[in-house]
T-cell receptor, first 114, second 114 residues
Framework: ETGVTQSPTHLIKTRGQQVTLRCSSQ?????VSWYQQALGQGPQFIFQ???????GRGNFPPRFSGLQFPNYSSELNVNALELDDSALYLC?????????????FGPGTRLTVT | QKEVEQNSGPLSVPEGAIASLNCTYS??????FFWYRQYSGKSPELIMS????GDKEDGRFTAQLNKASQYVSLLIRDSQPSDSATYLC??????????????FGQGTILTVHP
């Protein structure tokens, strides 16, 4: 069984640029959630995708957007990067419909905005 | 008031002792409760989930849930230095548009010293 994978591992961008982060869900999981974790804080929910549709969104501006593909993999896009976007971005997959919605995290992408 | 609060750390216990980690949550419609372990520089790892009032044991870990008091805890028996990590409490709120959203506490840093 393949776990959740994310790419890239690390990324350095300049303020104002755009970035795309990628995630492949665990085998058998059709739901992907994205979280942002700032240093010393718990993860904050960005949004969730199920059947290629956004299935809930946290308090993040529209410049945070996402996609889910038919193979359940997902992308997180962030436009107009700000310094505060520097964080660990986590993707989690879960087997929607089976409850209790245990979510399993990938290794994360560390984004640094300079 | 924060939605999910964890006991302030860091928590330091001697090897072999019981470590007690506590978490309170504010929303009474919460359905599912999770404990994640996060080693420094790594992503969160699911170690326990609990959905009904009472205790749930898994090896050295026991999760306790009291929905009336809106309280969930994690006990680690026979603590080992390898248990040293940040422990994150997460709550899943039922219904609404963020059906699978996990809300995390800020984490408690546990150090187990030999």
């Amino acid at each position: 069984e393949t776990g959740v994978t994310q790419s890239p591992t690390h990324l350095i961008k300049t303020r104002g640029q755009q970035v795309t982060l990628r995630c492949s869900s665990q085998s058998g999981h059709n739901t992907v959630s994205w979280y942002q974790q700032a240093l010393g804080q718990g993860p904050q929910f960005i949004f969730q995708y199920y059947r290629e549709e956004e299935n809930g969104r946290g308090n993040f501006p529209p410049r945070f957007s996402g996609l889910q593909f038919p193979n359940y993999s997902s992308e997180l896009n962030v436009n107009a990067l700000e310094l505060d976007d520097s964080a660990l971005y986590l993707c989690a997959s879960s087997p929607q419909g089976q409850g209790p919605y245990e979510q399993y995290f990938g290794p994360g992408t560390r984004l640094t905005v300079t | 008031q924060k939605e999910v609060e964890q006991n302030s750390g860091p928590l330091s216990v001697p090897e072999g002792a019981i470590a007690s980690l506590n978490c309170t949550y504010s929303d009474r419609v919460s359905q599912s409760f999770f404990w994640y372990r996060q080693y420094s520089g790594k992503s969160p790892e699911l170690i326990m989930s609990i959905y009904s009032n009472g205790d749930k044991e898994d090896g050295r870990f026991t999760a306790q849930l009291n929905k009336a008091s809106q309280y969930v805890s994690l006990l680690i028996r026979d603590s080992q230095p390898s248990d040293s990590a940040t422990y994150l409490c997460a709550v899943n709120y039922a219904g609404g548009t963020s059906y699978g959203k996990l809300t995390f506490g800020q984490g408690t840093i546990l150090t187990v010293h030999p």
